[in-house]
Each structure stands twice: as C-alpha cells, then as structure tokens.
C-alpha cells in the first residue's frame, strides 16, 4: 500500500512524501518513506474546520475535504503519478521491495561517524560529538538503528542513562549534539518527525560551573615552569600566549589571530569576533608593563604578522596547559580561557572599576562581568575569617 502524505515545514510550506508498507526480502511487511522533493501550499490529507476546530461536513454528511489552490495541482497530478508507479512495483516485486529514496536506510550511529569524520578531517577535534558516539554505542548495545526508531521514549531513557555515567553539563552538551544532528536530518526532508520538538522531552539546564582562576602567586609558578617533569620544553607561544592573556584579559581566539598592527601606541585594538556573550564591538585595551615585557620576550618574526604564530590550535592547548600548570604544582583544573578568568578576578581585587573591566571584556551586559565581582567578593569574605580573634 503506498500513501501520499504530508510534511509541514518551517517556511509554511508542505513537503510530498510517499508512506509504503510493503514486503522486504524476507517476505515481511515493512514501513519505509520516500520523500519526492515536491512542496505544495497545504496538508490536503487533511479536511476543512470551523473555527473551532470541528470538521466541516456536506450535506450528505461526507466531511469535506480542502480545495486544491490552482498553483498545487501540477505538483499534486506528479505526486499522483509517482505514488500509482511505486504501487504497480510493490505489487510486481519478487524479492521484496526496495526503494532508492527510501529514508530507512539513514542509521544513527553511522549518521553521527561521518559528522565527526568529517569535522576530523578538516583539522579540528570535536570531544562533545565524540563522547556522543561512545556513549550511544555502550547504550544500544554497539547496535546501529534506524534514526526513525528514535522517539521520546528512547531520548528520555538516553538521558536518564546519561545522569548514571556523567555530569549535567557533560550530558546537555552530548544532547546537544544529537540534537544538531537530528534537526540537520529533518532540514534535509530525511525525518517525518523530529523527537526533539516533542513536549514530553525536556533538555537538562546548564548548571553554573566553579569559575576558576590563578593568584599572582601562581602566575609567577607558570613564568618560572618552562620546561616538563621529563625535561621537554613547553611550547614558548603557548606559555607566552597564556600569561599575556591573564594580564590582557583576551580570549583564545584573539591571542591566536593577534597581530602586531594591532599594538598601536602601546594599546591593543581588536574587534573581537561577535557572540552571545561578547558585543563584536572593537575593544581597546592598555597595555601593562608585564603584558609589554611578553612582547619584548617574544620579539618580531620576519616571516609572521601575527604575534603567537606558533601557538597550537584550541584542542591541541587542554591538555598542554594542564601539563604545564601540574609541572608547576598548580592543583586546579584549567584551560586556556581560565586566563580571562584570572585578568578578570585580578582586575576587581585591585580595585577596577566594574564597568571599565566590561569594557575591557566586550561583555555585552554589566551582568556577566558582575559574576566576577562576585567571586571577589567571596574571596574578601574568606580571608576576613582568617583573622585571629581576641579572647
């Protein structure tokens, strides 16, 4: 039995896809879909309500079905034809049917694979997606199945085994990631219905993470550890790169484009690149002397424009400024942006004013500087307790 059925899109429109039970090569009926890449203006499988909803009948008590808009009846007559020509192979199929188009054949597991292989290749590591793939695998068993047996049943007994084996945070950035991957397949008229958009599946909130940052103390530990437990010299742009960022408040991002045309007049000007959290407005930021010293240090290259030319791409950096801060003896879990979080937290606890410290973040509200402000003071309140009492 092949049906025409139909698939609201978000630009208003209908996408024509075929609905056909039909025998496989077993023998056993099987459900498959073949969309046609034919759009048309309305769901005319539907019938025509009143304006409370009620199915509207004719006099003989026939509901009515939609009039066809003039502009659909050259896509419906093709939909029409293709569906009585998928009909006659049904019926004329010995070794079972098996359509080209059939979006049967989309499987989970293999549709993620070649996301991630494809991200690989262009020189770029994705943990979140790759952590994704692991976790489904153990979850099914190292099965593959069609992404249309994945429905909210399946998504909410996912998350749940997801809160046995990782964090909140950790589990929202893997749904995350399936998430893309189905709302790319329903773009691409691969699914009949996405289980993300479901009211019965809710995705687990992002919980405020400790922001850690380093002491002065523990700045002077990085400058004076150039070198591994084992001797190996550590990466001097990285190095270099790091602790001027903790003294210049710039992101990863702008270390790694940071030219020398933009030191001008002792000053760095730099449009950072726009997000939800930074304005994309040009900022200005003064060079200290310390920042001015790194400068020195790492002097100008002939051949490079950019100032930390040598600096690894982001997933290269975790795990090197992790090894470095261990060989320093810095016990704190860190990454390249807890440089930001230190020229932040050193900026407040020397008395910076709240909105010149936004300015110099490109924070786009006065509100994500004040979660640094907070921390300052927590810290104040901290070492208040230290003080000795009088008995």
């Not at 795990?319 to 900026?347: D, E, P």
């Amino acid at each position: 039995m092949v049906t025409i059925r139909y698939k609201s899109l978000k630009n208003g429109k209908y996408s024509i896809y075929l609905d056909i039970y039909a025998p496989n090569k077993n023998g056993k009926k099987k459900r498959v879909y073949e969309f046609l890449k034919i759009y048309v203006t309305e769901d005319y499988s539907k019938f025509v309500t009143k304006e409370d909803g009620q199915i509207k009948y004719d006099r003989k008590g026939a509901p009515i079905k939609k009039k066809i808009a003039k502009e659909d009846e050259p896509f419906l007559k093709l939909a029409e034809r293709i569906r009585a020509e998928r009909e006659l192979e049904v019926s004329n199929s010995i070794n079972g049917y098996s359509p080209k188009n059939k979006i049967q054949e989309s499987l989970l597991i293999r549709g993620l694979q070649e996301k991630y292989d494809q991200v690989k290749e262009q020189g770029r590591e994705n943990w979140g997606l790759k952590g994704l793939i692991v976790s489904l695998k153990k979850f099914i068993n190292n099965k593959d199945l069609s992404i249309h047996k994945v429905d909210v049943s399946f998504l909410n007994e996912f998350k749940k085994y997801l809160f046995q084996i990782n964090h909140q945070n950790t589990i929202r950035v893997k749904l995350f990631y399936l998430k893309w991957f189905f709302d790319v397949a329903e773009s691409n008229n691969e699914l009949i219905e996405n289980p993300f958009r479901a009211m019965e599946f809710e995705m687990p909130k992002q919980l405020m993470s400790e922001t850690v940052h380093l002491t002065l103390n523990e700045i002077q530990l990085l400058k004076n550890t150039s070198k591994t437990e084992r001797g190996r010299i550590i990466n001097p742009h990285l190095r270099y790169g790091f602790l001027f960022a903790c003294f210049t408040g710039l992101r990863y991002s702008d270390i790694f484009a940071l030219k020398w045309s933009n030191i001008v007049n002792d000053e760095i000007i730099l449009k950072p690149k726009k997000s939800k959290r930074v304005t994309g407005k040009t900022i200005r930021v003064p060079l200290s002397e310390f920042a001015k010293t790194i400068l020195e240090d790492i002097g100008k290259n002939e051949f490079h424009e950019r100032i930390f030319f040598n600096i690894p791409k982001k997933t290269g950096t975790y795990l090197a400024v992790r090894t470095w801060a261990k060989t320093a003896g810095i016990n704190k879990s860190i990454s390249f942006h807890t440089s930001r979080h230190t020229f932040a937290t050193l900026g407040l606890t020397h008395n910076m004013d709240l909105y010149t410290m936004q300015d110099l973040l490109g924070h786009s509200t006065i509100s994500m500087t004040q979660h640094y402000a907070k921390i300052v003071d927590q810290k104040r309140t901290e070492e208040i307790k230290k003080l000795p009492t009088l008995k």
